[in-house]
């Protein structure tokens, strides 16, 4: 596997490239806070209450980036390296202790959406309804998260490809979740649950696409996960 010779990584002047690879970074980062915005200004309408069950919950929404963005430094640094030494057994390695890692953080955070949402909500408001709505909102994003971890997957192994498509992984998602906000939240009356569900429609929809980006480029990079197993060097 020639990459690194063949794309515009190893091609493109160093100044051009920059602006070329950072603006869609940029854009990406932008674009997955509109999600949250989306949401709370659309929540706001529906009523107060929603509007701060919502101001409870984004902060282990944030958490949730965190953990994302954290895991996708580490591959990024691995998988990159891998693919400028042309090693393509070593890079597909990593997209598969990748997808590992993000498979991890998405069971933690169905761990916390079925067994410490709740607790966290009561503890953070004694208004009951804020806390049973924050509550289903926490339920549904974390619980179904796994759409969150696999478009950060995606995201880096499209980037570090030098394919500036990427940002077409949570553009679309949230695009989509801009149309559905108002549909479930106030046309079928759903609320801050309403509000959650178009949350995670999006991101998943997004890591569908993303995935489909990653398999287009299966000539480049053949990912074979039967037989996988984790090795703690690459882990670490």
Known sequence: MRQSNDGMLGAMPVPRLVVTMSLPIMLSMLI????????????AQYSDEAFLALSYAYPIQMLLVAFCSGIGVGFSAIFSRRLGEGDQEQAASAVCHGFFLYGLCWLLFLLFALTGAAPFLRLSTEDPSVARQG????????????GTCMQFLTERILQAMGRPGFMIV???????NLILDPIFIFVLDLGVAGAAAA???GQISGALIGFWLVYRLRRQLPIRLRGFRPRGEMLA
């Open 32 to 43: 997955s806070a509109v999600y949250n915005l989306v949401d709370s200004v659309y929540v």
């Open 135 to 146: 509550a289903q909102y926490l339920l549904i994003c974390c619980g179904l998260s796994i």
């Open 170 to 176: 949570q553009g679309s998602g949230a695009i989509l």
């Open 199 to 201: 949350t995670v429609i």
